[in-house]
Nanobody, 117 residues
Framework: QVQLQESGPGLVKPSQTLTLTCTVSGGSITTSDYYWSWIRQPPGKGLEWMGRIVDDGTTYYSPSLKSRTSISRDTSKNQFSLHLTSVTPEDTAVYYC?????????WGQGTQVTVSS
C-alpha cells in the first residue's frame, strides 16, 4: 500500500524559497499511471491544487502559481519535492502531498508551514 510523508521546515521567512519533500513508500514514483501532487490549505480556506509530476517526470502547475512553483523528483530515493519561491505570509498553509492512481487518492498527513519574519 502506498504511503506518503511530507517533510520540511515549519517556518520560512518572506522572500525565501520553501522546499518540501514527500517520501513515498509501498510503491514507486515511476510506476505507470501514478500522478504525484502538492496541495495546500490556507487557514479557513479550501484546498488548492498546486501542481503534479507524473510517472515519466512531466510536470503540470496551477496557472496562479506556475511562476513560483516547481516540482522535482529523486527516483533513487523515491521522493518528490515542492519548491515555492518568493514566499509571503499568504503562503502560510498546511501542505499535503497526494498520490492518484486511476480513481484512487492517497494523502500524506500534511505539514504546517508558516511564513513570517
Amino acid at each position: 500500500q502506498v504511503q506518503l510523508q511530507e517533510s520540511g521546515p515549519g517556518l520560512v521567512k518572506p522572500s525565501q524559497t520553501l522546499t518540501l519533500t514527500c517520501t513515498v513508500s509501498g510503491g514507486s514514483i515511476t510506476t505507470s499511471d501514478y500522478y504525484w501532487s502538492w496541495i495546500r490549505q490556507p487557514p479557513g480556506k479550501g484546498l488548492e491544487w498546486m501542481g503534479r509530476i507524473v510517472d515519466d517526470g512531466t510536470t503540470y502547475y496551477s496557472p496562479s502559481l506556475k511562476s513560483r512553483t516547481s516540482i522535482s523528483r529523486d527516483t533513487s530515493k523515491n521522493q518528490f519535492s515542492l519548491h515555492l519561491t518568493s514566499v509571503t505570509p499568504e503562503d502560510t498553509a498546511v501542505y499535503y502531498c497526494n498520490a492518484r492512481y486511476r480513481n484512487d487518492d492517497i494523502w500524506g498527513q500534511g505539514t504546517q508551514v508558516t511564513v513570517s519574519s
